[in-house]
């Protein structure tokens, strides 16, 4: 029993940090250069099976910047084929690639009430690079390599840095339509934990797009202007970090699952705000460490709500080269 019992906290632990390693908004615009902040609080809620209750507020900033981008195309007639579609297809190559920095910056503040001190205060920051590249096939590669810690305030001296990364390719299917995968990997703390993912975004009818990047969300989205997006949908979340516990530092782990209602309005093409709120539906604490500290809790379900803003800067490499143009193979 006690084997398949870590199974399936082993198996929670890596779908938390995996969680982590996607950002979806921008995997489904292919990275965009921005600035970005956003700020969330998880209501009290019991754990279960102690007397303590459980919060958690958070805030976090994320810079996308531009390192290097190529753009260009070569021009060779073919005439293979003497179908207009065809020879414009065989005799323009677009090449198009482009690499980004990126860097982010947060703090956490959760309660455990059943702990000797039951706030924790920890930190977070992470860089890295992203990257996308147009293939022959005019399918898009796209990747990321993050390097990341994550303490709490008073176990800073003995840091451990993490790393996740992330492969996929991207298939255009038109505007609006298109599907991806990919595997994702993250290093924590000598483990390897490597997971595969697969998503898309289908339209449904003029207003609405059906989104999915599994195992990690599913998302409703309808959008009547240019201004207003809505956003709905069920989405799991979680992360990693060190604490001080009976005098020792041990890892924190939290996953969730949760249900949301977003609204994204764009005032500027370079400024947008979005305000969210939902209910987590399950909550898991992990307190991980030597054989002496190993510990599970479960947090009730509850409410909490999000708000953030992002500043755009330009259009993403894929924009610049496609404005216009629409690829069905």
């Given at each position: 029993m006690s084997k398949v019992f870590y199974t399936i906290n082993f198996f929670l632990l890596g779908f938390a940090l995996t969680a982590q390693t996607f950002e979806l908004e921008q995997i489904q615009q292919l990275f965009r250069p921005r600035l970005k902040m956003d700020a969330r609080y998880i209501f009290n809620s019991e754990i279960k099976d102690t007397s303590g209750m459980f919060n958690h507020g958070e805030t976090s900033l994320a810079f996308t910047f531009p390192i290097r981008t190529k753009l260009g195309a070569e021009v060779k007639l073919d005439l293979q084929s003497l179908k207009l579609k065809d020879i414009l297809k065989n005799s323009v190559k677009l090449q198009a690639?482009?690499?980004?920095?990126?860097?982010?910056?947060?703090?956490?503040?959760t309660t455990i009430g059943f702990d000797s001190v039951p706030?924790?205060?920890?930190?977070?920051?992470?860089?890295?690079?992203l990257g996308v590249r147009l293939t022959k096939k005019y399918r898009v590669m796209f990747w990321s390599a993050v390097a990341n810690i994550s303490e709490q305030d008073k176990t800073l001296p003995n840091v451990v840095p993490r790393a996740t990364a992330m492969i996929g390719q991207l298939h255009l299917r038109g505007i609006k339509k298109s599907f991806f995968y990919g595997i994702a990997a993250v290093y924590s703390d000598g483990l390897l934990l490597p997971a595969p993912f697969f998503g898309g975004s289908q339209p449904i009818g003029k207003k609405f797009i059906f989104n999915y990047t599994l195992p990690v969300q599913i998302n409703l989205q309808y959008k009547d202007d240019r201004k207003t997006l809505i956003t709905a949908g069920i989405s799991a979340d979680g992360f990693r970090t060190g604490i001080l516990y009976h005098q020792n530092r041990v890892n924190l782990n939290y996953t969730s699952v949760y249900s949301f209602l977003n609204l994204r309005y764009?005032?500027?093409n370079t400024f947008s705000a979005r305000a969210e709120g939902g209910y987590v539906l399950y909550q898991n604490?992990?307190?991980?460490?030597?054989?002496?500290?190993?510990?599970?809790?479960?947090?009730?379900?509850?409410?909490?709500?999000?708000?953030?803003?992002?500043?755009?800067?330009?259009?993403?490499?894929?924009?610049?080269?496609?404005?216009?143009?629409?690829?069905?193979?």
């Amino acid at each position: 029993m006690s084997k398949v019992f870590y199974t399936i906290n082993f198996f929670l632990l890596g779908f938390a940090l995996t969680a982590q390693t996607f950002e979806l908004e921008q995997i489904q615009q292919l990275f965009r250069p921005r600035l970005k902040m956003d700020a969330r609080y998880i209501f009290n809620s019991e754990i279960k099976d102690t007397s303590g209750m459980f919060n958690h507020g958070e805030t976090s900033l994320a810079f996308t910047f531009p390192i290097r981008t190529k753009l260009g195309a070569e021009v060779k007639l073919d005439l293979q084929s003497l179908k207009l579609k065809d020879i414009l297809k065989n005799s323009v190559k677009l090449q198009a690639s482009q690499t980004l920095g990126i860097m982010r910056f947060g703090g956490r503040q959760t309660t455990i009430g059943f702990d000797s001190v039951p706030v924790k205060n920890t930190m977070n920051a992470s860089m890295g690079m992203l990257g996308v590249r147009l293939t022959k096939k005019y399918r898009v590669m796209f990747w990321s390599a993050v390097a990341n810690i994550s303490e709490q305030d008073k176990t800073l001296p003995n840091v451990v840095p993490r790393a996740t990364a992330m492969i996929g390719q991207l298939h255009l299917r038109g505007i609006k339509k298109s599907f991806f995968y990919g595997i994702a990997a993250v290093y924590s703390d000598g483990l390897l934990l490597p997971a595969p993912f697969f998503g898309g975004s289908q339209p449904i009818g003029k207003k609405f797009i059906f989104n999915y990047t599994l195992p990690v969300q599913i998302n409703l989205q309808y959008k009547d202007d240019r201004k207003t997006l809505i956003t709905a949908g069920i989405s799991a979340d979680g992360f990693r970090t060190g604490i001080l516990y009976h005098q020792n530092r041990v890892n924190l782990n939290y996953t969730s699952v949760y249900s949301f209602l977003n609204l994204r309005y764009k005032f500027s093409n370079t400024f947008s705000a979005r305000a969210e709120g939902g209910y987590v539906l399950y909550q898991n604490l992990r307190y991980s460490g030597d054989d002496s500290y190993k510990r599970v809790y479960y947090p009730g379900t509850g409410p909490y709500v999000q708000a953030g803003f992002s500043v755009l800067f330009g259009k993403t490499v894929w924009e610049k080269i496609m404005d216009g143009l629409t690829f069905n193979k």
